[in-house]
Each structure stands twice: as structure tokens, then as C-alpha cells.
């Protein structure tokens, strides 16, 4: 993906040479991931994009449209990514230009009469929408059975935005979504004066919270409230409301066997007075910043305890990695679960 700045900590103690699974769960869940947004890839443009373990190519044709595909070439293994170059649509490998079409299917070897049939690509399911290019993974290469949401705000001149961050962060994605339903750790990491009170559905994929808070403002602490949906593991929308309107647009996509990288994009509805909403869009992307500084060492450096020790007061962490277990074809969950345990 193109990152603006990318914060990586250091200091995690975890590393990849202990023999037992960090997590008893399949690494790439299913669900919609970003994995690039519209504004870095202009007409005629190639990425080479790094997720889900794999190397992958993406562009965007001279008349605006974009593909996904396996990043390596059929003929003889060159990545599409670093110096392919778009040409009627199509992308042409840098290595003998063999040509391969948004399907995947080479068109055209500029030196050869025949082009032999299988020489084709994996391609990947994509959506753009929202200002984004979401991927759908699914293990087993199983079709979308969603589609991710439309989120008008993102195109509506009254809102501004979006302010961007990113991170890479060493945890798992599901391990990152169960912070929503984890409401002790909120006064007890992040320092907030109550425990939200949280009304929490969860659905297929639907993960829908809505709770009333105090939320940290230049002028001291205002109720808001804040809902938020969660569309698997990749997406979440989080509206707060209070003060005055903000979105924030949380992706998270796994990239490789060790790293989430995360992307914020925050949007706020605007005031009359211009200044208001820089100030108070200030506040928000730093109070939400600050509170991901603060789960980030923790995330890095936790195990997963499987089953959780759980109490009252914790909130339903139970439904929650209940509810997860929908993102992994259930013979996954449990081979891992197996290696987890060191059968
Ligand atoms: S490796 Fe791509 S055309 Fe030869
Ligand atoms: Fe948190």
C-alpha cells in the first residue's frame, strides 16, 4: 500500500523463531481489506501491493478502471509490479512484455504469433468505492458473499476530509477488533472517566456497537455518543457524535505473517466557521491517535489466552471471538487451534 508515514514499533519481544503459533487462528480471515486508496492510483498507474502473505499487482486501465492480480508473471516469474507499464488497459510484464488483460489472461507476447493458453493470472475480487480499493480475501478463494458499504460521507463537500495515519502494527486482526467490545480497558489503558455503555449486535458480518461516552475535547469532556459498524476484520465506520460529527474510517489489513497495517481516515462534518472544524478535527485525530499509542505496546507484546479468564465488567469478549469465527472455514480454526496447542 502508499503510506504517508508509517509508525512501527520496535520494542515488541514476540519473535517469529518461537515454535508456537502467536494466535490459534488462521492469519488472512476472510472479509473486504483495503489494500490501496483511490488517490494514490491515477489512470495508467502500477502498485505492487504486499497483503495476505502475497505478492499481488494492481493498476488502473487508461479509462479509469482498476484491477488486482497475482503480482507474478506466468512466463518466466517477473513482478508486474516493479516496471509493468499499462497499455490499452492491459498491464505488460517489464521482463519480455508479454501483455495480460483485467482478467488475468495474457492477450499478447509482441514476439510470438500463438499465445498459449494458460498463460493467465490469478485476479482478485475488487471494489472501489468510498475513496477506497478493497480486496476480498477468502482462504479457500471463495467469492464475495458481502458487499462492502457505501459510505456517503466520504463524498459529501459537507464533511472534510480525510485526515490520514497509518501504522504497522505486529498483532492479528481479530485481536485489534476485540479492543471495540473490551470496554474495562478503556478508563484503565486509555484513561476515560466511565465505562461506555454499550449496546453491542452482532450479526453476518455485521458487528454493530453503540455506546455513550465522554469524549476529550480542547474545552474539556463532552457526552457524545459513538457507533460503530465493523464489517468483519477489514473495515470498520465509526461516527461520533457529541459536539459536533466525526467518521472515522478504519481499515486493517493483514499484510504478512507478523503485521497489520492500519489506516485512519478521519472526516468531520463542517461548521460554519472553518477554524471550529480544523480545531476540533485536530482534537479527534489526536485523542484517537493517542488511544491507539496506547493498545499498540499492549497488542505487540500480548499472547492470546484461549479460552479468556473472564469477569464482570469485561463486556462480551465470549460473543465477540464467537462471532469471529465466521471469518475462517471451520476446518482452519481448527488446525490451528491444534497447533496452538502444540498437538
Ligand atoms: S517474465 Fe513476464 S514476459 Fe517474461
Ligand atoms: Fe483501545
Known amino acids: 500500500m502508499t503510506t504517508d508515514t ?35 492510483l491515477a489512470a495508467g498507474q502500477v502498485q505492487p501491493i504486499t497483503a495476505f502473505g502475497k505478492e499481488l499487482v494492481l493498476f488502473r486501465g487508461e479509462d479509469g478502471r482498476a484491477a488486482l492480480l497475482d503480482a507474478h508473471c506466468p512466463h518466466m516469474g517477473a513482478h508486474l509490479g516493479h516496471g509493468g507499464k499499462v497499455k490499452d488497459n492491459c498491464i505488460e510484464c517489464p521482463f519480455h512484455a508479454w501483455k495480460m488483460d483485467r482478467t488475468g489472461q495474457c492477450v499478447e507476447i509482441p514476439y510470438a504469433k500463438k499465445v498459449p493458453p494458460k498463460a493467465r493470472i490469478a485476479t482478485w475480487h475488487m471494489r472501489e468505492q468510498s475513496g477506497m480499493i478493497l480486496a476480498w ?14 459510505i456517503p460521507e466520504t463524498s459529501d463537500p459537507g464533511w472534510s476530509g480525510p485526515e490520514h495515519r497509518t501504522w504497522k502494527i505486529r498483532t492479528h486482526n481479530q485481536e485489534m477488533g476485540e479492543n471495540a467490545v473490551d470496554v474495562a480497558h478503556f478508563r484503565y489503558l486509555h484513561g476515560t472517566q466511565n465505562y461506555p455503555e454499550a449496546v453491542i449486535e ?5 458487528l454493530h456497537m453503540r455506546a455513550e461516552t465522554l469524549m476529550a475535547t480542547p474545552k474539556g469532556e463532552v457526552k457524545g455518543v459513538i457507533e460503530s459498524h465493523s464489517y468483519g476484520f477489514g473495515l470498520s465506520l465509526n461516527r461520533f457524535s457529541g459536539l459536533i460529527e466525526t467518521l472515522l474510517v478504519a481499515t486493517q489489513t493483514p499484510v504478512d505473517d507478523d503485521f497489520v497495517e492500519v489506516h485512519f481516515n478521519f472526516y468531520v462534518k463542517k461548521l460554519d466557521n472553518d477554524d471550529i472544524t480544523r480545531g476540533v478535527g485536530k482534537a479527534f485525530v489526536a485523542e484517537i491517535s493517542r488511544q491507539l499509542g496506547q493498545d499498540i505496546p499492549v497488542w505487540e507484546n500480548k499472547i492470546y489466552v484461549h479460552p479468556p479468564m473472564l469477569c464482570a465488567g469485561d463486556g462480551p469478549v465470549g460473543k465477540y471471538r464467537k462471532w469471529a469465527r465466521q471469518f475462517y472455514p471451520a476446518h482452519y480454526i481448527e488446525s490451528s487451534e491444534r497447533a496452538f496447542a502444540g498437538s
Open 6 to 40: 508509517i509508525t512501527t514499533s520496535t520494542q515488541a519481544s514476540y519473535t517469529s523463531h518461537d515454535k508456537r503459533p502467536r494466535f490459534p487462528l488462521p492469519r488472512y480471515p476472510t472479509g473486504w481489506f483495503a489494500v490501496a486508496f483511490s488517490k494514490d
Open 137 to 150: 480475501h477468502h482462504i479457500d478463494g471463495e467469492p464475495p458473499s458481502w458487499e462492502p458499504p457505501v
Open 202 to 206: 452482532f450479526g453476518t458480518p455485521l
